[in-house]
């Protein structure tokens, strides 16, 4: 569980260790919003999380707090990139694809676009304000309540409560 006032783990395996169930905790609830547009189950989804972290130096001596929302960020693109491979792989890769069949090609699913799209808007926001995207990240994508989030950013809970209706006003008219 989550403890705000937890001393930082040395490394990122430590880490890693320490926050595995929260972890899967997180991986569960993010595959559970993306009403199974991937393949992926909560293990697949912590370990290729934890593949993309070994590439990370700095992530040892960070609270409990920030590697949560660090992992929401790159759950988030973990979804991105296998939506984005399938997408490229239904459509045949680097090959020539005609459809002939129109039928075919409506019947591909949206939820996928959806969540590219939802991304997609993300990043817009990430160039207006990053703190907004960061909150969104850490609320819609980690779980986080505003006290986890403040803390992870270093702001009042207060700041994160007016910064999240900010967010989501220009996500709606992003997304609109």
């Given amino acids: 569980m989550l403890d705000p006032n ?10 890693f260790r320490t926050m595995y169930q929260d972890l899967r905790r997180l991986a569960s609830s993010r595959l559970r919003r993306s009403e199974n547009i ?4 909560t293990t697949a989804l912590v ?7 070994q590439h990370q130096s700095d992530l040892g001596g960070m609270s409990q707090g920030q590697f949560l929302a660090y992992a929401a960020r790159v759950m988030r693109f973990v979804v991105i990139d296998f939506v984005r491979q399938r997408h490229a792989e239904r459509r045949g890769g680097d090959h020539l694809h005609v459809t002939l069949n129109t039928e075919v090609a ?16 993300i990043e817009e926001l990430a160039q207006v304000d990053d703190r907004l995207a960061r909150i969104v990240e850490m609320r819609c994508f980690a779980g986080l309540d505003e006290m986890a989030i403040a803390q992870a950013l270093g702001i009042t809970d207060r700041t994160v409560r007016r910064d999240w209706q900010k967010a989501r006003l220009l996500l709606k008219a992003v997304l609109q």
Avoid: C, G, N, Q
């Fill in 6 to 15: 937890a001393p930082a783990p040395d490394t990122a395996d430590e880490l």
């Fill in 38 to 41: 991937t393949m992926l189950d």
């Fill in 47 to 53: 370990h290729e999380s934890y593949l993309r972290f």
């Fill in 106 to 121: 409506e019947s591909v699913s949206v939820k996928d676009d959806d969540v590219i799209r939802i991304h997609d808007a």
